[in-house]
C-alpha cells in the first residue's frame, strides 16, 4: 500500500505527528510536497478538484480513492491499518483521545508566537504573544504535562509507552512534544521537564525505535526552525 | 443503553454539540453535572477514580465501562451506535474529519474573548481580544464558513446536509456553530451569514428535525450566556 502525503515541505508543523506515524510503519508514502509539482498538487485538492473528502487545510494523506485530512483524523485511520493503536474499542478511544488532547496543546503552542492572527507576522503581535507565552510556561505546559504523566503512569503494562506494551500513534506524538517543548523553551522546559520523568523516559524510548531513529538521522526529518509550530523566541523563553 | 454524560452544568459550552447529538439519537442519558452531587462526580473522574480512560477535561461521556473524553471523540462513538454518521469507511472519515474542523472553530471563538489565558478575567485581556476579534470576523469566519458551504455544495445527494440524504453528527455540530455565532456577533453575522444560503437553510433544517425542536424548547437546552464558549460582548461584534 503506497501513500501521497501532503503538507508544507519546509517545516515539521502539524505534519510532522502524520511523518512519524508513517515512518514507525514502514509504510511506503510520498511527500508529496517535497517533489518537483508537489506544491501544485496540494493546492488542487485543497481547491476542490478530487472526488474526495474535502480537505480545509494540509496536512492530508491520499489513499488510494480516500483523502483523509486532519493529524488525529489520519493517525485513526493508520493506527487501525498498522497496528499502531489497540484494535478493541476501549484502547481505540482512548488512543483517540489521547491525540485530541494533543491536537488541543499544539494548537496552544502555535498561539504563543500567534496568539492575534496567524495572517499577521510575529513581530505585529509580540506584546499579546509575551503575554500569552507567560501563561502557557507557568499554567498551561504543566498542566498538560501533568496530564500526560499521570496517563503513562496509569498504564499498568509499566511499558513505559502510554497504552500497553508496544508503542501507540500517541506515543509518537508525546515524543514530538517534548522535542518541540526543548526546542521552543529550553530555559523553561530545564526547570519544568524534571517533574515529568515519565514523559523523558518516554521521549528516549521512542527516539530509540529503530524505524525512529532512522528517520531522525535521514533527511526527511526537516530540522526544527522560525516558521513551523515549535518556534524558539529567546524572548518568549521565560 | 443508558449514558452519563458529564460536562458544567450552566453553559452549553462544547458539551453542547454532544447533547445535540444524544438528543437527535433519542438516547437515554442523564446530565450528570446538572443532578445533585453531580460536580463531586465529575471532578472524581476528572481525578482518576476509576478504571477506564483519564480525562483531560469536561466533556466526557460513560457508556457502561469505557469513558470517553473529547467532543470529536464522543460523535466518533454515538455516530457509529446510533446512526448519526455513514457506515461505511469513506464516510465515516469524512464526518469526522468535519468534526475536527469545527473542533478549530470552536477553538479560536473562545479565544476571541480569552486570547491570552483561559485562568483570567475577560476585562483583563480585554485590548487583546478586540484585536482577535477583529481578525476573527474580518477572515477567519468566512474562511471556516466558505469551506463548510462548499462542503455541503459538495453533496451530490442536494439534501441540504453535508453528508448524505440524512442528518449526521456534523450537520447538528454546523447548527450550533451558526447559532452561537449569530447570538455572540448578531452584527456581524448579518453582515456575513447572507453568503452563506448552504448553511442558513441547514440550520433550519436541523432546528425543525422533531427531536432537536423538542430539545430546543426544553428545559434541558440552556440559553446562551457569557460564560460558554459563545459571548455576547456588544464591543467585539465588529
Given amino acids: 500500500m503506497s501513500y501521497e502525503f501532503y503538507y508544507w515541505p519546509g517545516i515539521q508543523g502539524r505534519g510532522e505527528f502524520v511523518r512519524l506515524a508513517l515512518e ?93 492572527a496567524n495572517v499577521l507576522y510575529y513581530e505585529d503581535q509580540k506584546d499579546e504573544a509575551a503575554r500569552k507565552a507567560e501563561n502557557f510556561l507557568d499554567i498551561r505546559v504543566p498542566k498538560y504535562l501533568s496530564y500526560f504523566e499521570r496517563a503513562v503512569a496509569r498504564n499498568q503494562t ?15 506524538s508525546l515524543f514530538q512534544l517534548m522535542a518541540g517543548l526543548r526546542y521552543a523553551f529550553p530555559n523553561a522546559m530545564a526547570r519544568i521537564e524534571p517533574d515529568f520523568p515519565r514523559l523523558s523516559a518516554m521521549h528516549d524510548l521512542v527516539a530509540a525505535l529503530p524505524h525512529v531513529a532512522a528517520y531522525l538521522e535521514s533527511d526527511r526529518r526537516i530540522p526544527f526552525n522560525e516558521h513551523g509550530v515549535f518556534r524558539h523566541y529567546p524572548e518568549l523563553d521565560g
Fill in 158 to 172: 509499566n511499558s513505559g509507552y502510554v497504552i500497553g506494551s508496544a508503542p501507540t500513534y500517541p506515543d509518537l
Fill in 24 to 116: 514507525l510503519a514502514g509504510a511506503d508514502y510520498i511527500d508529496v510536497a517535497r517533489c518537483d509539482g508537489g506544491m501544485a498538487a496540494m493546492q488542487a485538492i485543497v481547491d476542490g478538484d478530487h472526488a474526495g473528502a474535502l480537505p480545509y487545510a494540509p496536512p492530508f494523506l491520499k489513499s488510494e480513492d480516500l483523502v483523509i485530512a486532519h493529524v488525529a483524523n489520519i493517525l485513526l485511520f493508520l493506527g487501525d491499518r498498522h497496528d499502531l493503536a489497540p484494535k478493541n474499542e476501549a484502547g481505540r478511544l482512548w488512543a483517540h483521545q489521547l491525540q485530541l488532547t494533543v491536537t488541543d496543546f499544539v494548537s496552544e503552542v502555535h498561539d504563543t508566537h500567534h496568539p492575534i
